[in-house]
């Protein structure tokens, strides 16, 4: 029997593209759409650097968790810190300016969904070499 059994596996796997099984909805070449996050719109995030943190040139990165509906508008009361940068004022800075971010909406198939997703804020001073924790 446990012959049996491996000589079919074996002419399975010899068949080559024959033994494909094709999902339901699949296209052909691997050309079905894939599911996109949504995309920032604005060209330059409209977060203000905390005055105190950007002279000592004290960097970091806050992970927000946002929630948009099906157009890419921020759902209000959505928004937390996923991840602290370690800073609160840099977490503050970067919650305030959140109403301010725009997006366009997450696709799945083509079709424009509300989504939860990450999205990170970054400080980064000009002047430094090197990030700070």
Same mark, same amino acid.
């Given at each position: 029997?446990?012959?049996?059994?491996?000589?079919?596996?074996?002419?399975?796997?010899?068949?080559?593209?024959?033994?494909?099984?094709?999902? @339901?909805?699949?296209?052909?070449?691997?050309?079905?759409?894939?599911?996109?996050?949504?995309?920032?719109?604005?060209?330059?995030?409209?977060? =203000?650097?905390?005055?105190?943190?950007?002279?000592?040139?004290?960097?970091?990165?806050?992970?927000?968790?946002?929630?948009?509906?099906?157009?890419?508008?921020?759902?209000? !009361?959505?928004?937390?810190?996923? =991840?602290?940068?370690?800073? @609160?004022?840099? !977490?503050?800075?970067?919650?305030?300016?959140?109403? =301010?971010?725009?997006?366009?909406?997450?696709?799945?198939?083509?079709?424009?969904?509300?989504?939860?997703?990450?999205? @990170?804020?970054?400080?980064?001073?000009?002047?430094?070499?090197?990030?700070?924790?």
């Amino acid at each position: 029997m446990k012959r049996i059994i491996t000589l079919l596996a074996l002419a399975a796997c010899s068949q080559g593209d024959s033994g494909v099984v094709k999902l @339901p909805g699949a296209q052909a070449g691997g050309d079905a759409p894939k599911d996109q996050p949504p995309v920032a719109l604005n060209p330059e995030p409209p977060v =203000e650097y905390p005055p105190a943190l950007y002279d000592q040139g004290i960097e970091g990165t806050v992970l927000l968790r946002l929630f948009v509906d099906s157009t890419g508008a921020l759902v209000s !009361d959505s928004t937390k810190i996923q =991840e602290s940068s370690g800073y @609160p004022a840099l !977490d503050s800075a970067a919650l305030a300016a959140a109403p =301010e971010l725009r997006f366009a909406p997450a696709r799945r198939s083509g079709v424009a969904i509300a989504s939860l997703f990450l999205q @990170p804020i970054h400080f980064r001073h000009p002047g430094t070499r090197g990030p700070t924790p």
